[in-house]
């Protein structure tokens, strides 16, 4: 009987060592003015932070995050890049979730199961993320797999995006009135512009030991503008790009597309002083810049006032982009190699077309994709079907593999196009507008062949 007792506490132990960490936040969503262009301006903190919190995590943890909602209306935030296995009931989109209430709190929960790299969160509604809400998410490796790089002597994040003076409320409705949202007032590296009113440079965001290499962790979280990131007199060693390691390849300066992370090493090999940080929209018949200081410990001694030039055209960036490779040997969240499947041998059983367009529809300015523009159902898309009523909600396929003749007229519904489990799906982004289109699977990590 002593003996049974005891294996059973045995097992009982173990049961619970076995389980994956948990990592516990709780985090107050509230408004707050700021000024990062030099006009004071209503923006979305939280605990009070602008960018939010950095998440730091590691393959396999389990997040438990308690999100109290102190605005004056409904939230939402969303983990951009975390996979979600096998569940997306915490994605918070709003096709998933329904949204925290103000002056109410919700719970999310969810696992970063078999997933390393570098991504962000951001909220998910409306127009939010033109007022912040959003912040870093790592995802480091298991000391027990092999990483293809050493360890740095220290880990950063860098947030850059364009950014509005306008609230968010405004933008909106200038959205609903069916007319643009125009050109953004400037770009923001960490919140800041690199400037305070005076002109003189914002305090260093980042201090490297000569000598040493640092890993940049940068992520565009703007809305709308595609950004080239560079470190005056600094080469940068791309190591990984949204969740994967990469062929390492040296570079001056790299394009960084909305919603996109990619992750460098940068050593401290040149002459112990401060030294600009460049962010610049790319694309554009304008210039919009930012800059932040990385400083040498000890240093004294000013930046250079002349900022590194960025690229110029489409064809530079698409040539980069040609040399970013997946790493085949490297182990990413397990310890067999990335490339260990033979991704050539699938057999695509489907491919969709999508088309963006772009259309009044009863005076408003409306996006769709194959003549349908996205409307959220007033019930979340997965409560509807998991409590049997989504033929009252939404009907699936929509829109169908091939967009429309062109010119066609955009109808507004919720947008739901039907798969089958286990289908390898080809997706041909075909984009006749005149700004860059960025798409982002959520949930999936897809690889772009041509």
Known sequence: MALLALLSTLLALS???????????????????IAPLGVPQQAILINGQFPGPNINSTTNNNIVLNVFNNLDEPFLLTWNGIQQRKNSWQDGMPGTNCPIPPGTNYTYHFQVKDQIGSFF????LGMHRAAGGFGGLRINSRLLIPVPFDDPADDYTVLIGDWYTKSHKVLAGILDAGRSIGNPAGVLMNGLSGKDATGKDDPP?????????????????????SLNFRIQGHLMKLVEMDGSHTVQND????????GQCLSVLVTANQEPKDYYMVASTRFTKYMRTATGVARYAGSKVPPSPELPAGPVGWAWSFNQWR?????LTASAARPNPQGSYHYGSINITRTIKLASSVGLVNGKRRFGLNGVSHVDSPTPLKLAEYYGISGKVFKYDSIGDEPPASGASITVAPNVLNATYRDYIEIILENPERSIQCYHLDGYSFFAAG
């Open 15 to 33: 049961a619970v060592r076995a389980e994956d960490p948990y990592l516990f936040f709780t985090w107050n969503v509230t408004y707050g003015t």
């Open 121 to 124: 969160y951001f909220p998910s």
């Open 205 to 225: 965001l980042f201090t490297m030991e000569a000598g040493k290499t640092y890993r940049y962790r940068i992520c565009n979280v703007g809305l709308k503008l």
């Open 251 to 258: 570079y001056e300066s790299l394009d960084v597309h909305v």
């Open 323 to 327: 040399s970013f490779r997946w790493n």
